[in-house]
């Protein structure tokens, strides 16, 4: 699976799209993986302000439930309802039709990023 | 404290389960395959929906039980009545302590009035063998352990049979459920029975470990897909089969795990039964339910169950159906277990949940 350049990522395997004000959140496809099958996501609520680091969902794979943790600070502003009756999009499309949350950024803090390369080093490592 | 490695066991076909993707993760002392390449939904689709599944349950034990007081023996330490067996029955029974508690959840497997065979939990082996050695003195018995020798291997679903037949001189047709037949496989002695835990027709086959290897791969060539402990405890939990460590243990008795129907009070003296007898006379201390969520999410096992909002019990088996939704078991206070409203605690949230009755999806075991 080849890493998306437009992206950027954390060390907890999630990965954001920042356009403009707005950021994309979503989980890697590395992640995804280790996971296994992906069977439920909780969505965050719309308006719920997030901070950089905190768990805004969970996604929970046959035998696992893990939390997912905010990239950046900001304001729920969309939420992938999709997941709710295909949550294995996850699975089938991480980078792109898996994705979980949209914020309006805030501007109060971000977890440390990586460019598609650091993260691809920062896997092999 | 210096830190402590606790070597794993591996089974005899541990470098075919790695060959096959298969994840290794810690199991009962073993190391055992969660799922292999395809994962875990597809494995059980494999089996709900046709196919045959192999699973490596070797970390399973077996002890043979033999000699003169053989059926007096087993009468006393199991709780289902061994008279009724014929030669190349089986059934599902327990070992209690005199408390009236689990020791173990068990089959017994009559071979012939002085010899049987017992097919025990991994993580309970070494208490069970201890428990059945100890209890052996002033019987006419030898109890032999033969779990280091043994391979088990289930094979489930609805091309089971088609797919172990060629391997076989021994007509499958002719094994009826909960029945079994001895073989020799390639020179030496197995045992293939029509049981299972998956709610699927198919076999548990009990061979020597040195033909392991041959017998797990002329099954794959077969057609058999291999199957994960995750697919295996989806199936399981769907038909609501009892597991050790979850619905039962040293804490619950057979009235309370909805078990009497292996606890024969009828049959004589056994270990546990006075016991089982006061708690049924008592009622039980909580009462095992099945249950459905009606709202969304996925109930799991230790998640707490209220019943019109005052805690109840908790989940002991619990996933999300492809088939069913979210289902699980649950020890509920025996006030509760047919009325109140139901609801269940997913990450401080209540999640209103029913009452259902299981199977939770349709079982396709031949009777």
Redesign the interface.
């Known amino acids: 699976m080849t890493i998306p350049a437009n992206l950027k990522y954390t060390k907890d395997h999630e990965w954001v799209r920042i356009d403009g004000d707005i950021a994309t959140f979503g989980i890697t496809d590395h992640a995804q993986e280790a996971l296994?099958?992906i069977?439920?996501v909780?969505l965050p609520d719309i308006d719920r302000e997030l901070e950089a680091g905190e768990a805004y969902a969970?996604v929970?794979?046959?035998?696992a439930?893990s939390d997912v943790y905010a990239p950046v600070a900001g304001v729920v502003v969309e939420v992938n309802e999709e997941l709710?009756g295909e949550p294995e999009k996850v699975n089938t499309d991480a980078f792109g039709g898996g994705w979980i949350a949209k914020v309006k950024i805030s501007g109060d803090g971000s977890l440390e990023l990586m460019t598609d390369d650091q993260y691809n080093t920062f896997l092999e490592e | 404290m210096p830190d402590v490695e606790i070597a794993l066991a591996k089974t005899p076909l541990f470098d075919a389960h790695v060959a096959l993707g298969g994840k290794m993760v810690p199991f009962a002392g073993f190391e055992m395959p969660v799922q292999y390449r395809l994962g875990a939904l597809k494995e059980y689709t494999a089996v709900r929906e046709g196919e045959a599944g192999i699973f490596d349950i070797t970390h399973m034990g077996q002890v043979r039980v033999s000699g003169n007081d053989a059926l007096a023996y087993l009468q006393y330490l199991t709780t289902n009545d061994v008279s009724k067996l014929v030669d190349g029955q089986v059934h599902y029974s327990a070992l209690l302590n005199e408390s009236g508690t689990f020791i173990d959840d068990i089959t017994t497997y009559k071979i012939s009035d002085n010899a049987y065979y017992l097919c025990i939990n991994a993580a309970n082996r070494h208490k069970d063998v201890a428990h059945l050695q100890a209890q052996a003195a002033g019987f006419d018995v030898s109890v032999v352990d033969e779990s280091d020798n043994t391979t088990l291997l289930a094979l489930q679903g609805a091309a089971a049979q088609a797919a172990l037949q060629p391997l076989l001189d021994t007509d499958l047709e002719s094994i009826g459920y909960y029945k079994f037949a001895q073989l020799r496989v390639n020179g030496v002695d197995g045992i293939v029975s029509r049981t299972g835990y998956t709610g699927e027709d198919g076999f548990e086959i009990y061979i020597p470990n040195a033909i392991a290897v041959n017998v797990w791969d002329a099954l794959l060539q077969s057609g058999a897909v291999p199957i994960g402990l995750a697919a295996r405890d989806m199936l399981r939990t769907e038909m609501g089969y009892a597991l050790y460590g979850h619905e039962i243990s040293d804490a619950v008795t057979p009235v309370e795990a909805k078990l009497m129907w292996i606890t024969k009070l009828d049959k004589g003296d056994f270990i546990g039964k006075a016991a089982v007898e006061t708690r049924r006379a008592e009622g039980p201390r909580q009462r095992l339910i099945a249950i459905k969520l009606v709202g969304r999410g996925i109930p799991r096992e230790h998640y707490p169950v209220s019943v019109d909002g005052v805690l109840s019990g908790e989940i002991t088996s619990g996933m999300h159906s492809p088939m069913a939704g979210g289902v699980a078991l649950a020890y509920v206070q025996p006030g509760h277990a047919e009325s109140g409203d139901l609801s269940v605690e997913i990450r401080g949230k209540q999640v209103a949940a029913e009452r259902t009755t299981l199977p939770f999806v349709r079982s396709n075991v031949r009777r």
């Open positions: 296994g099958d069977v439920f909780e969970v929970e794979s046959v035998k439930v709710e």
